[in-house]
């Protein structure tokens, strides 16, 4: 690929071992909270009959793409802390790099589809169940996948073609657009480019849709004259509106932007709320905010 550095070395956060320690203990924590949460979701989804819907089926998704999301970053990230695997070779930058984007853009389809089937189950409660069949919402999840997937494979063949001279050192806990961009002695405007028009079509479409399907669900939710109807409909879609707020905030920082930023700390904090932080939240703000779910959680525990 033309390129003359066979591997990176991620500093990860600088600091004494006693605070990169705890930084290690705080990431595995978050870690195993994380597996736990998502795949209790899953489980409590695939046993519980009365959560075989559109709106648990796309929470599914989400839950397992969450897990897999953490996995590409929190084990390497702790062997870069502990100092026992800082080193990483190009083509696995690469791969890590792909597959993070792609999970990520997958993320924002997820939370566009699922802010689409509020939209329906809301404005159009009588006909949903004909609306959103399990057919259709079987393929509105795969094609958010394969989308998901397919958007980042352009961006990173053409991040495959960039030439690095040295130094080598990438000033993170893992392989992101904008340290290789900084390292890259070659040409970097076709991939800045690249990442913000992927950037506009993935995040900003995807962030739109959204946005339209929550102006017709407040809507509708205005309408109703009960106040605890108004309520009751909000609840369907509160933790969902939650789940958005905390991902696009944080994801349009991030890539949403012409050019790779200077401040590759800010970077990195960020990129730590995005990759380990965010993927944690997920589950406890859809069971706390979630009555069936809190009920179906508590007839799971009232058997065993």
């Known amino acids: 690929n033309g390129t003359s550095v066979e591997e990176f070395i991620l500093l990860g956060f600088p600091g004494t071992w006693q605070f990169r320690v705890s930084f290690v203990v705080v990431f595995a924590l978050i870690y195993t909270l994380t597996i736990i949460g998502n795949a209790s979701i899953i489980a409590l989804v695939w046993r519980n009959s009365n959560l075989h819907t559109p709106m648990y089926f796309f ?33 696995v930058c690469i791969l890590q790099l792909f597959f993070l984007l792609s999970l990520g853009s997958t993320e924002c389809f997820l939370l566009s589809v699922m802010a689409y089937d509020r939209y329906l189950a809301i404005c159009y409660p009588l006909r949903y169940c004909s609306l959103m069949s399990s057919v259709l919402s079987v393929r509105l999840a795969l094609s958010s996948w394969l989308g998901g997937f397919l958007a980042i494979s352009l961006l990173a063949f053409l991040t495959s073609r960039l030439t690095f001279c040295g130094p080598d050192i990438i000033n993170h806990f893992l392989c992101d657009i904008d340290s290789c961009l900084a390292l890259s002695c070659s040409d970097t405007w076709p991939v800045e480019l690249a990442t913000f028009l992927i950037s506009i079509i993935v995040v900003v479409a995807s962030c739109v849709v959204t946005l339209v399907s929550y102006m017709y669900i407040i809507s509708s939710i205005l309408r109703i004259q009960s106040a605890h109807g108004r309520k009751k409909a909000f609840s369907t879609c509160s933790a969902h509106l939650s789940v958005v707020t905390i991902w696009y905030g944080s994801t349009m920082f991030l890539y949403v932007k012409p050019s790779a930023q200077n401040s590759l700390d800010l970077n990195k904090i960020v990129n730590t709320f995005n990759t380990v932080v965010t993927p944690l939240l997920n589950p406890f703000i859809y069971t706390l905010r979630n009555k069936e779910v809190k009920l179906a959680l508590g007839q799971a525990f009232r058997k065993k």
């Open 59 to 91: 929470l599914c998704n989400l839950s397992f793409l969450e897990i897999w999301y953490t996995t590409g970053v929190v084990p390497k990230a702790i062997g870069v802390l502990l100092g026992t695997s800082q080193t990483i070779s190009f083509s």
